[in-house]
């Protein structure tokens, strides 16, 4: 029995905790003059500045280095709240928090349990003292029967935002203090279960479920039956000592495709329990992670518990459609990073399959920054509290069959409590293994983890071999002998992860291991006013004087929940439906866990620059899991254009996350045109009239069009600049150890950042001078050299204009001289169109946008859209919208003439369309700060550079990189009437 105390509470803020009032626990303090506040709430979000401000620091400690002491200016609001329990004397008709709690009497103990409050709440009860709240999130409960009482109930909690807590809890996210998750008190009845756990495995063998029954009772609480009705099971247990192992019979196991649940019931004297129970079985043998006798490939993401407005606290819905677009998105794991999630997030887990790597509530992280010297994992005066932690994480949560590793906390180092609390939670639950990614000699900790390697140290990992990853003595020889996995890897910072792909076929192919966590599902923006207009912010937007600026945006979702474009990219690299075709077959691989393909529809689709020419329902048998078929593909009529012929993958029905034709997996094949018996004779350029050609009008002085249709445009050039992205700009730190790694691998990520070399080559200020403008009657060429201030290289570029069936044809060489010692951005045209255009419609790429590295998300087809939803909005202005592969774009305004630009090949450039151009981009770092858009920004791109992962790992690799080359672009701008 539960009675909740959220609500509205009475709050005293002081700045530093000496000014804190003496007497706030008093019974009869009079605290009329204290202010309302909701619990739960981080009370640095409630009113702004007021009850001070978040901060946001990753690594580094916002105090000094000074176990256990921390600073007096330290934040502490005072909670007081006042609750009637009804007594005999006393009528307690609607007095809050809800309904009065009648019963509260007859219960044997009263509970008082916190489930959350950073970072430390001293608790008292009618002016007595009751305890201590530690470990922001992890949950407390506080005996209070002897303390409660009929009647009026003073309840005081003290939060301080620093406390020794704070040294272990250095987590890369904001600093939030406060009451942020539910109080309530819970009555335990006399004869009542303490606890329990129906530790349920499953034989895959033989496919019969097991239980092993833990009930924690005292004597008056038996017998005690276990009923599970759905198993017809009933058993009566006179005493803990007839808790044996039970067989169940044959059961339905638990997974992440079938996450059945069964209800089971346990009745003591005094109470019933309800529980959800799932048979499965985790085993880590050799190398593989077995769940269900069958190897785990993991496809994950990292999710912090995150809300724009409220920090920490999640509501219901929001976690559900988190969990849902987990699930569209072929994710099939979750790592709590870096504490045990609200409960109710596992409960959810446990209803719709997703596994989980619950990690406890442990960092010290900013220890590295001074050599890990005083590190609380390997300071005896820790072991005691640090095992309690792991105590409370997996006693609160060992119930739930979606939680199948234990993770010790994340970046403390390594030290002797580590290996105490991994032997703790080894003793405790043989049944789940233990994961710690910095038990990098694997003493400890059952499973190889990793963060942001580079393909080839992955591949080193695997090999056992001695490289910059696994160069502790004596560590090579351990690495073969236990799974691999990747607890962190690409970094959804900004525009991004780039390289996926690279990661997903080592997963598909290098023995051990098993697969990988994306950082991570959500940027931490929060809501707030920047010059003067709603923004999200980051780290600096608060006053901090010490932050680590954007490095907390770095999710694959917006701060309230929009998917980026890498979400799509990241769900066509993680589905499980392999797909591999060429014109003739398709090889379909089903690589769920267990799940077969019975819930899915095959269909084949034919499009062409004109549309869909065909789409069928294929027949295609059902596919066991682990098995691989081929199916021949219907042949496609031969034509004199081209052919996409694509197999998509789709739910039949609706299922509990995806209503049915969620696409599941997409694969495409380019068919070429047949050419023609007798080809089209190429026409011939028509004589130019003056400076006009077709619709474009040419400026006589400059050679650079100035009207398009009769609308006026401006500003055409030839640029090599992009807005950097987040992984353009950012270089992973100094201090991190796979930094030097990369670097003695050769990626070059110790070098300077793209950006950084991009800037200092001059790439976002190239001057150009007009070197020959020549009308030869039926051709205009214009010469260009475009170079920056102080540089001796630059782009000569050619663009000649004639008119070829009433439309404008223009083709572009840009040609590089001097020398180039970095990578260019793009190589594109650009031209500003009048703002008034806001749709456009297109043959190409999309529906999002896609680069080198980064699209498998997208196909050939025919899109459209508004212009203002072709860019995404990431929360710091950076590149976006680039859609490669243009065949036709149609560019259109109400009461503007549609500008057509097409593209015959035999390259095709990307376009983007952008209210913003790229210098714009680039100075703002928020979206407020970007100022008025001055019109529609067209660009046509022969080429961009990668993405990469460079933020937080691997530069973009050489394959996606893009070097100084000569181009070609051509196009033609018609119009339509
Ligand atoms: C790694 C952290 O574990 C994670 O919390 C987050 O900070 C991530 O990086 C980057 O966003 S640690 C890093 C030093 C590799």
Same mark, same amino acid.
């Given at each position: 029995m ?7 509470w009475r709050?005293?803020f ?7 009032? #003496?007497d706030?626990a ?5 605290d009329?003059?204290w202010?309302?506040i909701?619990v739960p709430?981080?009370f640095?979000?409630?009113d702004?500045?007021r $009850?001070?401000?978040?901060i946001?620091?990753n690594v =580094?400690?916002?105090?000094p280095l000074?176990p256990p002491? &921390?600073p007096d ?11 009637e329990l009804?007594g ?7 007095i ?8 509260w009497r007859?219960?044997?103990r009263?509970l008082l ?5 950073? @970072?430390?709440?001293l608790?008292?009860l009618?002016? =007595? ?5 530690r470990g ?8 209070v029967t ?5 009647g009026?109930?003073?309840l005081?909690v003290?939060?301080h935002?620093w406390s ?8 890369d996210?904001?600093?939030?203090p406060?009451i942020?998750?539910?109080?309530c008190?819970i009555g335990?009845?006399a004869?009542g279960?303490d606890?329990f ?5 499953y034989?895959?063998r033989?496919g019969?479920?097991?239980i092993?029954?833990?009930?924690t ?13 759905d198993l017809?099971f009933e058993?009566t247990?006179a005493?803990a000592?007839?808790?044996?192992p039970?067989d169940?019979?044959?059961?339905v ?6 996450p ?8 003591s004297n005094?109470e019933?329990?309800?529980?959800k129970?799932g ?15 069958r190897?785990l490939r ?14 920490r606290?999640?509501s219901e ?7 849902m677009?987990?699930k569209?998105?072929?994710?099939n ?5 870096h504490?045990?999630?609200?409960p109710?997030?596992l409960d959810s887990?446990d209803e719709?399959?997703?596994f989980? &790597? /619950? +990690?406890?509530?442990l ?6 920054l ?5 590190n609380?994992?390997?300071d005896p005066t820790?072991t005691d ?5 792991m105590?409370r994480?997996?006693e609160?949560d060992?119930n739930h069959?979606s939680v199948?590793?234990w993770?010790?906390?994340?970046e ?11 032997a $703790?939670?080894h ?7 233990v994961?710690y990614?910095g ?8 499973? /190889?983890?990793r963060?942001y390697p580079?393909?080839?140290g ?5 090999d056992?071999?001695?490289?910059a990853?696994t ?8 690495q ?9 890897f690409?970094?959804a ?5 780039g390289?996926v792909?690279?990661?997903?076929h080592?997963?598909?192919t290098?023995?051990g291991?098993i697969?990988g ?12 006013t920047?010059?003067?207009q ?6 600096g937007?608060f006053g901090e004087v ?10 694959l979702t917006?701060?309230?929940g929009?998917?980026s474009p890498?979400?799509?990219e990241?769900a066509?690299q ?5 797909l591999e075709m060429?014109q ?9 866990? @267990? ?5 899915l529809?095959f ?8 549309? +869909?020419?065909g789409?069928?329902e294929?027949d295609?048998?059902?596919? +066991?899991?682990?098995d691989?078929?081929a199916v ?5 009529a031969p ?7 694509s197999?998509?993958?789709?739910l039949?029905?609706?299922s ?6 969620h696409?599941? !997996?997409? !694969?495409q094949v ?8 007798a080809?089209?004779p190429?026409?011939?350029p028509?004589?130019?009239d003056?400076w006009?050609?077709?619709p474009?009008?040419?400026?006589p &002085?400059?050679?650079?069009?100035s009207s398009?249709a ?6 055409s050039?030839?640029?090599l600049w992009r807005?950097p992205?987040?992984?353009d700009?950012?270089r992973?730190?100094g201090s ?6 990369v ?6 990520v110790?070098?300077?950042s793209?950006?950084?070399?991009w800037r ?6 190239l001057?150009?001078r007009l070197v020959?403008?020549?009308?030869d009657?039926?051709?205009i060429? &214009?010469?260009?050299?475009?170079a920056p ?6 782009v000569?570029?050619?663009e000649?204009?004639t ?9 572009i060489?840009?040609v590089?001289f001097g020398r180039?010692?970095?990578?260019w951005p ?6 500003l169109?009048?703002?008034?255009y806001?749709?456009a419609s ?5 529906p999002?946008?896609a680069y080198?590295?980064?699209?498998a998300?997208?196909?050939l ?10 860019c995404?909005?990431y929360i710091v202005p ?6 490669p592969?243009?065949?036709r774009? #149609? ?8 500008l057509?630009v ?9 376009f ?12 703002a @770092?928020h ?5 008025t858009?001055r019109g529609?920004?067209l660009?046509?791109? #022969? !080429? ?5 992962s460079?933020s937080?790992g691997?530069?973009v690799r050489p ?5 100084? =080359? !000569?181009?070609r672009?051509?196009?033609q701008?018609g119009?339509?009437r």
């Open positions: 539960c009675w909740s105390l959220d609500g509205t709050f005293h002081s700045p530093t905790t000496s000014a804190a009032p #003496a706030a008093e019974v009869d303090l009079d009329s003059g202010e309302p909701q709430s981080h640095v979000l409630t702004d500045s $009850w001070g401000r978040p946001y620091t =580094k400690f916002p105090i000074d002491h &921390v200016a330290n934040l502490t609001g005072d909670y007081r709240l006042e609750f009804p005999a004397e006393t009528t307690t008709e609607g809050r928090p809800g309904e009065p709690w009648q019963g007859d219960f044997q009263v349990r916190f489930d959350g409050v950073e @970072s430390i709440g608790v008292h009618n002016g =007595k003292r009751v305890g201590v709240v922001s999130r992890l949950r407390t409960e506080l005996d002897d303390l409660l009482r009929p009026r109930n003073l005081h003290r939060v935002q020794a807590m704070t040294y272990v809890e250095d987590q996210q904001w600093w939030l406060g942020f998750r539910s109080v008190l335990r009845p004869g279960i606890d756990w129906l530790d349920a495995g034989d895959h033989t019969r479920g097991r092993v029954p833990e009930i009772a005292a004597d008056d609480a038996w017998p005690i039956t276990l009923r599970i009705d017809h058993q247990f005493s000592d007839e808790l044996l039970l169940l019979g044959e059961v196991a638990w997974d992440c495709d079938t059945r649940l069964y209800t089971a019931t346990l009745a005094g019933t329990i309800e529980a129970i048979f499965r079985t985790v085993r880590v043998v050799g190398r593989e992670l077995l769940v269900n006798g190897p993991m496809r994950g993401v990292n999710r912090h518990e995150f809300d724009p407005d409220k920090g606290i999640v819905e929001r976690l559900r459609a988190d969990l677009m987990m569209q998105h072929g994710m794991t979750v790592r709590t990073s504490y045990p999630p609200h109710r997030f887990c719709l399959g997703l989980v &790597v /619950l +990690e406890n509530d960092e010290t992280h900013g220890f590295e001074a050599g890990w010297v005083g609380p994992t390997d820790w509290h640090l095992v309690d932690r105590r994480t997996v609160r060992k069959p199948i590793i993770s010790l906390g994340n403390s180092g390594t030290g002797a409590n580590l290996a105490a609390m991994s $703790w939670t003793r405790r639950d043989p049944g789940r293994p994961h990614e038990d990098h000699a694997g003493r400890y900790t059952d499973i /190889l983890s963060m580079p393909l080839e992955l591949e080193d990992l695997s056992g071999l001695g490289s990853l160069d502790i003595p004596g560590q090579a020889a351990r073969t002998d236990r799974p691999i996995m990747l607890c962190e690409v970094h910072m900004g525009n991004g992860p390289g792909a690279g990661y997903e080592l997963f598909d290098l023995p291991v697969g966590l994306v950082w991570e599902w959500r940027d931490h923006g929060l809501r707030t920047i010059n003067g709603p923004d999200f912010g980051y780290g937007d010490f932050h680590d600026a954007t490095f907390v945006i770095d999710g917006t701060p309230d929009h998917p890498a979400m799509a990241v066509a993680f589905t499980p439906i392999r060429d003739e077959v398709v090889f379909i691989r089903n690589l769920r866990h @267990s799940a077969d393909t019975s819930d529809v269909t084949v689709v034919v499009d062409g620059p004109d549309g +869909e020419v789409r069928e294929m295609v048998p059902v596919i +066991e899991s682990g691989e078929i021949v593909l219907p042949s496609v034509s004199a254009h081209e052919r996409w012929l197999v998509v993958a789709s039949g029905d609706d509990a996350w995806a209503p049915a034709g696409v599941v !997996a997409r !694969a380019i068919i070429e045109p047949t050419h023609g018996p080809a089209t190429r026409p011939r028509a004589h130019l003056g006009q050609v077709g474009v009008t040419l400026d &002085v400059t050679g650079r069009p398009w009769g609308v006026p445009v401006s500003e050039d030839t640029t807005a992205t987040s992984n700009s950012l992973t730190f991190y150890e796979l930094a030097d790694v670097a003695t691998r050769g990626l070059g110790d070098a300077p793209s950006a950084e070399r200092d080559a001059g790439l976002d200020r001057v150009s020959e403008l020549r009308h009657g039926d051709r060429t &214009v010469r260009r050299r475009q201030a102080q540089g001796t290289w630059g000569e570029v050619i000649q204009w008119e070829l069936e009433g439309q404008a044809a223009l083709g060489d840009i590089p180039f010692d970095c990578t793009r190589v594109g045209w650009h031209l169109l009048p703002g008034g806001s749709e297109w043959v190409g790429t999309g999002g946008e080198p590295d980064s699209d998300g997208v196909w087809g025919s899109f459209s859209a508004d212009i203002d939803d072709l995404f909005g950076q590149e976006t919208g680039h859609r592969n243009l065949r774009l #149609a560019i259109s305004g109400a009461g503007l003439p549609t057509q097409s593209s015959s090949g035999p390259h095709h450039p990307g983007t369309l952008a209210r913003h151009d790229a210098h714009e981009l680039d100075a @770092s979206c407020s700060e970007l100022g858009s529609v920004h660009y046509l791109d #022969a !080429a961009q550079h990668g993405l990469g460079r937080c691997p530069d394959e996606f990189q893009l070097w100084a =080359k !000569a181009v672009i051509d196009l701008l119009v339509m």
